[in-house]
């Protein structure tokens, strides 16, 4: 069985960073689409940032200039660096494969003084 694993999460300050990364179990399954979301306590689940097998990014709203979404050569480990962390970052982050509905089990990031 496939699985997704995340790290890089932890406690930040106000306006600190983390660098998240995942990887597959089986990096094949890395090679389409990959997507990082996020779930705060009592909210939906909701997109943080994409990127496509091309290079193509997306990201929301919420984090756009203070997030990036990267990838090593092999396109076997994606990261999500995320700069000027707020209190609102605070979620579970998790990293998604649509292709295959591949979900990890998520990284705590909480930010607080």
């Known amino acids: 069985q496939v699985r997704l694993v995340e790290s890089g999460g932890g406690l930040v300050q106000p306006g600190g960073s983390l660098r998240l990364s995942c990887t597959a179990s089986?990096?094949?399954?890395?090679?389409?689409?990959m997507a990082w979301y996020r779930q705060a306590p009592g909210k939906q689940r909701e997109l943080v940032a994409s990127?496509?097998?091309?290079?193509?990014?997306n990201y929301a709203d919420f984090v756009k200039g203070r997030f990036a979404i990267s990838r090593n050569r092999a396109h076997t480990t994606y990261y999500l660096q995320m700069n000027s962390l707020e209190p609102e970052d605070t979620a579970v982050y998790y990293c998604?494969?649509?292709?295959?509905?591949?979900w990890g089990q998520g990284t705590q990031v909480t930010v607080s003084s």
């Open positions: 998604h494969v649509p292709r295959f509905d591949l």
């Open positions: 089986s990096t094949a399954y890395m090679a389409g689409t």
């Open positions: 990127m496509t097998p091309a290079g193509d990014t």
